[in-house]
């Protein structure tokens, strides 16, 4: 059994919830997490947890053929099974937004390799074995 260790701020006093303040006369105090009114620690359990993710930034500047969006952004998810892309305009257009599975990925990179070999360039330093 872990003991938890409570760090009041300054001035509180331990009848109150050590996150927003109110009295346990007003709100009761959590049964799960001692210290926090069942009001915070409802809306404490409701956060997840905080992810890490691998994204990517591109200049479309660089890109001939790209003057409706100056910028492109990619995001993997939570648990690596796709991206998100994002294509944010230079203009008055509205963000774009889509989502890709790696496997709906490679289907779309083959299809546009079936079309025209030349239309796939891959830009990497990476070396895969």
Same mark, same amino acid.
């Given at each position: 059994?872990?003991?938890?260790?409570?760090?009041?701020?300054?001035?509180?006093? *331990?009848?109150?919830? *050590?996150?927003?303040?109110?009295? /346990?006369?007003?709100?009761?105090?959590?049964?799960?997490?001692?210290?926090?009114?069942? /009001?915070?620690?409802? *809306?404490?359990?409701?956060?997840?947890?905080?992810?890490?993710?691998?994204?990517?930034?591109?200049?479309?500047?660089?890109?001939?053929?790209? *003057?409706?969006?100056?910028?492109?952004?990619?995001?993997?998810?939570?648990?690596?099974?796709?991206?998100?892309?994002?294509?944010?305009?230079?203009?008055?257009?509205?963000?774009?937004?889509?989502?890709?599975?790696?496997?709906? /990925?490679?289907?779309?990179?083959?299809?546009?390799?079936?079309?025209?070999?030349?239309?796939?360039?891959?830009?990497?330093?990476?070396?895969?074995?």
């Amino acid at each position: 059994m872990t003991n938890n260790i409570i760090i009041w701020p300054q001035g509180m006093r *331990r009848d109150h919830c *050590r996150y927003c303040g109110v009295p /346990f006369n007003e709100i009761p105090e959590s049964m799960s997490i001692p210290g926090v009114c069942e /009001f915070c620690a409802e *809306r404490k359990s409701a956060i997840g947890e905080v992810n890490h993710l691998k994204s990517v930034f591109v200049n479309m500047d660089k890109f001939k053929g790209c *003057r409706n969006y100056s910028s492109l952004m990619v995001i993997e998810w939570p648990n690596a099974d796709g991206v998100d892309v994002y294509l944010h305009s230079c203009i008055a257009k509205p963000e774009r937004r889509f989502e890709l599975s790696y496997d709906e /990925f490679e289907a779309l990179i083959n299809a546009v390799y079936a079309i025209d070999e030349s239309k796939v360039v891959v830009y990497s330093d990476k070396n895969y074995q």
